[in-house]
């Protein structure tokens, strides 16, 4: 089964990308601190980008508009040739995260939120095993093909029975070496920035991913028992996961399905209801033990505006990634009805106007997202998907630099 588009985000990049190494991480620090300098000396109220997420996601006002924009990998490398800064792409995560990857890069660029997420674990490294043909430790075996990868084998794409599921090993959370990597970027970020652990693809995409999308579907249709035994283990991952990087530190923890699609939900919001809205009352409820602070926001691509309310009930404090082409995502008729309730992440159309527009489209975008979203706080300005390569080095240095212009407060 082929799959692109966002619902295979989880596992475009899945292999090691490594991208050029260049010396700098130093000076990406001394650049902000500087620009900081700058600002005070003008007579700005500066905040840290940690305190600037924080009061933002609290429905308040900061000093400007905070980001936290993602990048695949192919747009990374082109950054890091033309800045000179070195970057990375994030070590072997088992469902790999553009969300967690090229921090320096991204710090230098002007982001405030640093992503954090678990990875494969010392002994089960995604491997090769034949050319061009990977497998992970969900033992999900795919092809690459351009920017992308496709599934070719599902592990569990003849389970018909909850004893099947029972059976299939499926990763440890607290495997060892799993958070090696998310500690050092909390040790080196942690107080300065705020931290989002990446905890995507929570329960419905794992799970189709393990079974195959078509039979996952109408499996589920069927309300099969297996179907939910599968879906509760997955859910029991992701919990141990997020458990975990809430005791590292994370202030907001990034939850989520791609239940959307251009033109409306792929399953009824009345089976989204029946299936997933009280799973997710629970996942989230116990992470919120964890830390009463914690932020929770959840991820979809495409039209799911009939879900955001149930979403908000059951404890979704930030909601993304408000694709503005897509049925009913309207931005500024979003944050008219649930702006007092719920902050907004994301909405900058990376389908159509930064690929295709030309730079005054691209500002007049920027422009249109603070001017819609950031009103009394409550946003995070970021691109409703990670920007893709078709999308200039020049135009994604615009989008940082216009969003920190035109997103001060109260100015926008």
Not at 273 to 289: A, D, P, Q, S
Request: hydrophobic share 40%; proline share 5%; glycine share 8%.
């Amino acid at each position: 089964m082929k799959v692109s588009g966002c619902l295979s985000r989880k596992i475009r990049y899945i292999f090691l990308i490594m991208i050029p190494m260049r010396p700098s991480p130093d000076n990406n620090k001394l650049r902000f601190t500087h620009e900081n300098q700058r600002q005070i000396m003008a007579g700005k109220n500066v905040m840290t980008s940690k305190k600037r997420v924080l009061t933002a996601i609290n429905l308040e006002e900061p000093d400007r508009v905070p980001l936290f924009i993602t990048i695949t990998p192919q747009v990374a490398e082109k950054l890091s040739e033309h800045l000179g800064i070195s970057t990375y792409t994030h070590p072997d995560s088992p469902l790999s995260e553009n969300r967690i990857s090229y921090t320096e890069l991204l710090i230098h660029l002007g982001n405030d939120i640093v992503g954090i997420g678990a990875c494969a674990p010392e002994n089960r490294p995604t491997r090769e095993v034949e050319e061009g043909v990977f497998i992970n430790e969900w033992q999900i075996k795919f092809r690459k093909s351009g920017y992308y990868t496709e599934m070719i084998e599902h592990p569990l794409a003849r389970a018909d029975s909850v004893a099947e599921i029972e059976d299939f090993q499926l990763p440890d959370p607290l495997a060892r070496g799993r958070y090696d990597h998310a500690q050092k970027m909390v040790d080196e970020y942690g107080r300065d920035y705020a931290l989002c652990g990446d905890v995507e693809a929570t329960i419905f995409e794992t799970s189709w991913y393990l079974v195959g999308m078509e039979k996952f579907l109408v499996d589920l249709s069927l309300r099969k028992p297996y179907v939910f035994a599968l879906m509760d283990r997955v859910m029991n991952y992701s919990l141990g996961v997020g458990r975990e990087l809430v005791k590292l530190g994370a202030d907001i923890i990034w939850l989520g399905d791609d239940f959307g699609s251009q033109q409306g939900m792929i399953i009824s919001p009345q089976l989204w209801r029946e299936v997933f809205k009280e799973r997710m009352r629970f996942i989230i409820g116990e992470l919120k033990k964890k830390n009463q602070d914690l932020k929770i926001a959840y991820h979809c691509c495409g039209s799911y505006f009939p879900i955001l309310e149930d979403l908000i009930e059951v404890g979704v404090d930030i909601l993304n990634a408000l694709q503005p082409t897509a049925l009913d995502m309207d931005t500024k008729k979003i944050k008219d009805i649930f702006g007092s309730k719920v902050s907004l992440f994301g909405a900058v159309d990376t389908q159509g106007v930064l690929p295709f527009g030309s730079l005054a489209d691209i500002e007049k975008e920027v422009k249109r997202v603070i001017t819609e979203a950031a009103g009394g706080g409550g946003y995070i300005l970021a691109g409703a998907h990670n920007i893709q390569p078709d999308t200039s080095v020049k135009k994604v240095i615009k989008i940082f630099e216009w969003a920190k212009k035109y997103g001060r407060y109260p100015e926008n």
